[in-house]
C-alpha cells in the first residue's frame, strides 16, 4: 500500500499530508476512496488542489505500467488548473482557471479583460504546450500585442510555435458564435489533429454579442439561447 508523499503531486506538501492524516488518510488508497468534497470540507485543502492531487495520483498509480512521458503528457492533458500567466490572479483564483468550467470575466471597458485572456492563452501554449482557440467577437484580439507578450516573458525563441497553436476566429453576431461552437464540437468528435491538444477555449466577448439580442426592451434573445 503506497502511502502519501510528496514525490506523487508537488502540491502534496508536508502541510497537506499532515491534514489529511489527521482525517484519517495515510495512503493511496485512502485518497482515492474519499469523496473529494468530503475531505475539502474536513480539511482545509482547496477543491482545485485536491482534484488536481488526485489526478497525479491516479496517472501514477494505475495497475498498467507507464513510463514517465507518458505521466507527464497525461498530467499535461488532465491537469486541473490553467494558470493565467498573472501570478496575483492565480492567487486569488487559487492557482487558476478550473478545467471542463465556464469561467467569465466581468468588468469595466479597458480594464483588462482581454489582457487576462492573452495572458492565459499565452500560458498555455507556452507551459502546457497545449492548444487554444479564440473567438473574437469584437475584433480585439491583437496578434502584436500578445508577440509583445512573448518577448517580454523571454519567450523570443518559441514565438513563432506558440503562434501556431492559437486559432484565431471571428464571430460577430450570436448566430455565427452559436455556429463556430457547434464546429468545435464536430472537429472534437472527429478528432482534427489541432483539437486533439485543445486545452482552453477563449470567447471575447459573450456580452459583446448577447446584449443586442437581450439589451434594453430586447427580449428575442431569450428564445435563440433556449
Do not use: W
Not at 489529511?20 to 468530503?38: A, C, M, T
Not at 470540507?41 to 482534484?51: D, F
Not at 505521466?71 to 493565467?84: C, E, G, H
Not at 492567487?91 to 471597458?109: A, I, N, Q, R, W
Amino acid at each position: 500500500m503506497s502511502h502519501l508523499s510528496p514525490a506523487l503531486s508537488q502540491h502534496l506538501t508536508e502541510d497537506v499530508i499532515n491534514s489529511l492524516n489527521q482525517q484519517g488518510i495515510h495512503s493511496v488508497v485512502d485518497f482515492v476512496s474519499e469523496d473529494v468534497e468530503v475531505i475539502c470540507e474536513k480539511t482545509s485543502i482547496p477543491y482545485k488542489v485536491l482534484m488536481s492531487i488526485r489526478r497525479m495520483v491516479l496517472a501514477q498509480c494505475a495497475s498498467i505500467p507507464v513510463n514517465g512521458l507518458d505521466v507527464y503528457a497525461d498530467m499535461i492533458k488532465s491537469t486541473a488548473l490553467i494558470p493565467t500567466g498573472c501570478d496575483r490572479f492565480d492567487e486569488m483564483l487559487d492557482g487558476g482557471f478550473y478545467t471542463s468550467e465556464v469561467t467569465e470575466l466581468c468588468g469595466e471597458p479597458a480594464s483588462g479583460k482581454t489582457q487576462i485572456c492573452l495572458a492565459s492563452a499565452l500560458s498555455v501554449c507556452a507551459n502546457l504546450e497545449q492548444n487554444v482557440m479564440y473567438i473574437d467577437t469584437k475584433n480585439s484580439f491583437s496578434s502584436e500585442r500578445l508577440q509583445e507578450m512573448i518577448n517580454s516573458s523571454g519567450l523570443a525563441a518559441k514565438g513563432e510555435d506558440i503562434l501556431k497553436r492559437i486559432q484565431v476566429v471571428s464571430a460577430f453576431d450570436i448566430f455565427e458564435m452559436f455556429s463556430r461552437l457547434d464546429q468545435l464540437q464536430k472537429d472534437i468528435s472527429n478528432q482534427v489533429l489541432f483539437y486533439s491538444s485543445l486545452k482552453l477555449l477563449i470567447v471575447d466577448s459573450v456580452a459583446a454579442v448577447i446584449y443586442p439580442c437581450l439589451g434594453g426592451n430586447q427580449y428575442h434573445g431569450v428564445v435563440i439561447i433556449k
